[in-house]
């Protein structure tokens, strides 16, 4: 699987600067800049600033700690091919709800029972 930052491939690169190659099951995947997400709003769009380009399906799948924050989102599937990673959230809360960069509110996750092999590449 080969990961590319898009749009402000600056932040995007920042925050990946420590995330190695692994063979895992799971990749935690890095919220590269801070987003407001607006009360009472369904499918509100955040991307993730990377584009998955790969041979297998993945899930991308929430944290299991995200603590008070109140956002919800189906699993996505990450099928065969070139995707940008750009996720609906639902804030169906009376307030606007902040997410930050840096943290880790979804993770990819291997369908076929084998490590996720990937190469970020800083272009």
């Given at each position: 699987?080969?990961?590319?930052?898009?749009?402000?491939?600056e932040?995007?690169?920042?925050q990946?600067?420590?995330?190695y190659?692994?063979?895992?099951?799971?990749?935690?995947i890095?919220?590269?800049?801070?987003?407001?997400?607006?009360?009472?709003?369904?499918?509100?769009?955040?991307?993730?600033?990377?584009?998955?380009?790969?041979?297998?399906?993945?899930?991308?799948?929430?944290?299991?700690?995200?603590?008070?924050?109140?956002?919800?989102?189906?699993?996505h599937?990450?099928?065969?091919?070139?995707?940008?990673?750009?996720l609906s959230?639902?804030?169906l809360?009376?307030?606007?709800?902040?997410?930050?960069a840096?943290?880790?509110?979804?993770?990819?996750v291997?369908?076929?029972?084998?490590?996720?092999?990937?190469?970020?590449?800083?272009?």
């Amino acid at each position: 699987m080969l990961v590319k930052p898009v749009g402000e491939k600056e932040l995007v690169n920042y925050q990946w600067r420590y995330k190695y190659m692994s063979d895992d099951l799971v990749v935690d995947i890095p919220l590269p800049w801070d987003i407001e997400i607006p009360s009472n709003i369904r499918n509100f769009k955040v991307d993730f600033g990377i584009s998955i380009e790969t041979d297998e399906n993945y899930l991308i799948v929430p944290k299991e700690n995200l603590g008070s924050l109140r956002i919800s989102y189906s699993p996505h599937l990450i099928s065969p091919g070139i995707s940008r990673l750009i996720l609906s959230l639902d804030n169906l809360t009376i307030y606007p709800t902040k997410i930050y960069a840096g943290q880790h509110y979804i993770s990819m996750v291997s369908l076929n029972n084998k490590g996720i092999v990937w190469k970020y590449s800083i272009e």
